[in-house]
Structure formats: C-alpha cells, structure tokens
Nanobody, 126 residues
Framework: QVQLVESGGGLVQPGGSLNLSCTVSGFTMDYYDIGWFRQTPGKEREGVSWIRSLSGNTIHADSVRGRFTASADNAKNAVYFQMNGLKAGDTAVYYC???????????????????WGQGTQVTVSS
C-alpha cells in the first residue's frame, strides 16, 4: 500500500525555519519524483518545489527560491523540505506528492501526481 506521510509543520514566527519531512512507503523512491505543494483556504493547490529522487535535481518556484530547499534520502525513503526565512504568506497546508519518473512533464501541475500525503499545517505568525 502506497503511503506518504508529512510531518514537521507547526507555528513559527516570521523569519523562522521549519523542516518538513515526507516519508514514503509502498514503493521505492529511487524511481519517483516528489513534489511539494501548498494550499490555503479558497485557493488552488500551488506547487512550490520538486525533486527527482534518483539524481537529487530540484526545481523551486519563484515564490520560495533561495529560502526553501528540497532534499532526499533514498535510503530512508524520505524527502525533506527545509524552509528558512518564513513569511506570513507561506502559511498553508503543505503536501508532498509522488509520481513515477518520466521526462518532460510540468512538475507543478497537481494532476501529474499519482499519490498524495495528508498534509501538514504551517502557520507563520507573530
């Protein structure tokens, strides 16, 4: 059974940091790409980061580039999302999602992904 479980969310002050984890089971992460998305009430789910587990290549959205970093530990079947310099606008539920590797797709389109976690809340507030 495929399962993705996010953890590490919480309440943090502006300028602070959080490190989200996405632990996967039911498949070998080597052959999958992992995306990080976020969603606020009334808005569409937004792609913010992507990592190809096999190579470690990453793509980050303009809104988070330079502040957030995705990494993978294939041995632990886990992906991490280090978030630094958090802003109030980063408040959202954050999801990880997985799809089997293939070239040439839009990494920030939600329908491209096969499996999703349940999400973890990140709140940035003083």
């Amino acid at each position: 059974q495929v399962q993705l479980v996010e953890s590490g969310g919480g309440l943090v002050q502006p300028g602070g940091s959080l490190n989200l984890s996405c632990t996967v089971s039911g498949f070998t992460m080597d052959y999958y790409d992992i995306g990080w998305f976020r969603q606020t009430p009334g808005k569409e789910r937004e792609g913010v980061s992507w990592i190809r587990s096999l190579s470690g290549n990453t793509i980050h959205a303009d809104s988070v580039r330079g502040r957030f970093t995705a990494s993978a530990d294939n041995a632990k079947n886990a992906v991490y999302f280090q978030m630094n310099g958090l802003k109030a606008g980063d408040t959202a539920v954050y999801y990880c999602a997985a799809r089997r590797y293939r070239p040439g797709y839009d990494v920030f389109v939600t329908r491209e992904y096969e499996f999703w976690g349940q999400g973890t809340q990140v709140t940035v507030s003083s």
